[in-house]
């Protein structure tokens, strides 16, 4: 994952927001392009196109400790996200209020609060620790990021799940900053729904289709709130009544993104031989030596770390406070080193455990804390906003 | 189009189903995974793609008779319908009724029938001819085809638009089967709302992005029912309350599907320097040549023909019925000659402007009148159905 920046390898603490291209990519994609031009119409049977979001699946599922035919690959992590979220509602239409995380990514709270509304329940949003203590006897689900976008911090899955199920809520994970990095365990914790990002630690390129679960045991009574044609029982009867698929593809709706489809089921090849397991223990051991370095090299640089340290508490990223935390990314990127700024003020490194060494740690944290030391972020081309960061 | 069957070029009839690649497509997906990997996360700025849902909606607008700033493309066509459907319903909520076609692509009646239920709304279900007959004061949307998926009616766009306006109520055209090959003129015939596909005639790929139209004048007072960041004023300021973006950006949810929207920006390359008029004024040579021969070199053969042969009244598809529809199909297939079948008992051919000849139409037509005369569709290995057709 680099290339000459000013004559140096650069280190790429990004894979949080958006991983790289294996060389498996270009080749995958290269080949989709020949067999649709060859098999045309015919692709959708003969190349497997049609079930790419049910065999996708299962490849995401085997990292989120669920079994197959639980997951489907298809829409944006919003889309995914809204389709649960109003199906868990509908299921609990009795109750009156939403538990969510605070300061949680803004699509997961506007979806939260547009949906809540239009039930008529009220949002409940609490510090990401205390999610299982705010669940009631009229909560309807508990909504909320597996892994916190801004500080990293980890939520208890298991605990969370238990109370909310002692109190008859349902449970929906956005495990987006997770997947790929954390070993989440939906089907150990009873989770009921989740959904994720592809394009994050799973590499599958920018907008690559994000992904739904919903457990076996509720399969059956889901509804799907965008009924399209390919969620259907039988698709191609034209049947005049809307009757769901058996299974997950119930939570289809469109044509699966092929194209999209295709580069995520290549990339999802670099985690052939890894399990969630193996995956955590390593991005624990990269943040913990980031961590380490935050207690020693960069001590007194002017950071203030707001990433929980404590292994059970935190994700893969490492996020640390400063005044001119903008400007700080910008000089850090001009250095060789790429992690990103997140509204308010804060510098977000992230771990990707299938991308980086103990020595890209190292090497990073030293260049982190020269431009530090230098002040080097001071220069005012760093200040200058981009459109998207 | 075309490779060798049985030492023959294939005809491909099925544009109207899923279009074939242009060599560009090859190109700009491999310069893409190139680009990625070199900008990474820079990328979403550095190389457009934040922007790409806006610059190849207005590629699309152009198709459509769209003034630029109206057209954004992502996700699949049912969920841009989807959210176009519920908008429509909300804006006019103190309204009972929602007109649409009878036998309308599934996931269009689907749709409507799901959304019309949770909003109190009954269906009225109409030929597509008489969809403004139906128009009534308490009518609140008007949904459908432009050109009928199954029997390539087309519908009257103008008229309708001026009845339901007169009546109050909103329209909503879904141009799958139209865009690339009709001459939709959504501004001049003041249509409000309108989506469609981009892998059937425009040639995206399977599955590749579909796109949403909202006329300039409604914009302002649009609402989006899956709100997601990527539709926010500010995206990157990461607010609690969710606020629009100005423009057509309001109706994005998540996050672009880059590989899909780079894919279908170059196979639109394709249409540069063609109007609606002309691909409309081809397409009509084409499926006006082929009626010919439904009259002449297939006379006889055992065929009706379901598409109105009025010029006005037909898309770009020529639908004939036949008792044994689904072995014909594929004993045309077999013969070189790729069509489609459709539920219950339809051969479709469809005439892609942008990719056939005249030529092509007469070869066609004489290998169907071989495939029927010889009978060859009796073969029992034609009479075998496969899961996707």
């Known amino acids: 994952v680099s290339d000459g920046v000013e004559g140096q390898e650069r280190i790429y603490l990004d894979g949080n927001s958006l991983g790289p291209p294996t060389p ?29 979001p049910v065999t996708v699946g299962d490849r995401i599922a085997r990292l989120v400790g669920a079994a197959p035919g639980q997951v489907v690959a298809a829409d944006s992590v919003t889309v995914n996200l809204y389709r649960l979220l109003e199906a868990a509602v509908a299921l609990r239409r009795d109750r009156r209020r939403v538990v969510t995380a605070a300061d949680d990514f803004p699509t997961d709270r506007y979806l939260v609060a547009s949906v809540a509304a239009r039930a008529g329940m009220e949002v409940d949003a609490v510090p990401i620790g205390s999610l299982a203590d705010a669940v009631g006897d009229d909560t309807a689900v508990v909504v909320a990021s597996h892994v916190h976008y801004r500080t990293g911090e980890l939520a208890d899955m298991a605990r ?91 939570m289809l709706s469109g044509t699966p993104p092929v194209a999209g489809l295709a580069a995520l089921d290549a990339a999802l090849e670099a985690f052939d031989g890894w399990t969630p397991g193996m995956l955590r223990e390593h991005s624990l051991t990269l943040t913990g030596r980031f961590l380490d370095h935050v207690d020693t090299t960069l001590a007194g ?61 190292d090497a990073a944290a030293e260049r982190i804390a020269a431009v530090m030391r230098a002040g080097s972020w001071r220069d005012p081309r760093f200040a200058e906003r981009r459109t998207v960061t």
């Not at 990519?25 to 020949?34: C, D, G, N, S």
């Not at 707001?306 to 000089?331: I, M």
């Not at 490194?349 to 299938?354: E, I, N, Q």
């Open 160 to 250: 969370v799940n238990v109370t909310a199920h002692h109190r008859g809520a349902l449970v929906l994970w956005d495990l987006s900053h997770s997947v790929g990095a954390v070993d989440a365990a939906l089907d150990a914790t009873d989770t009921d729904l989740a959904v994720g990002c592809s394009y994050k630690y799973l590499n599958g390129g920018p907008g690559a289709p994000a992904w739904t679960y919903v457990a076996h045991r509720l399969l059956e009574s889901m509804p799907n709130p965008i009924p399209g044609w390919v969620g259907h029982l039988e698709p191609f009867a034209m049947a005049d009544r809307y009757v769901p698929a058996a299974g997950i593809r119930r």
């Open 301 to 361: 640089v002017g950071f203030e770390l707001v990433t929980p340290r404590a292994r059970e508490r935190r994700g893969s990223q490492v996020s640390l406070q400063h005044p001119q935390a903008y400007a700080v990314v910008q000089a850090c990127i001009d250095a060789g080193v790429v992690g990103d700024y997140r509204e308010p003020g804060i510098c977000r490194f992230g771990f990707a455990p299938r991308l980086l060494t103990v020595a890209d740690v």
């Open 24 to 52: 498996r990519v270009a080749e995958a994609l290269a080949a989709w392009v020949r067999d649709w031009g060859e098999h045309l119409i015919g692709g959708w049977n003969e190349l497997g196109w049609w079930d790419l």
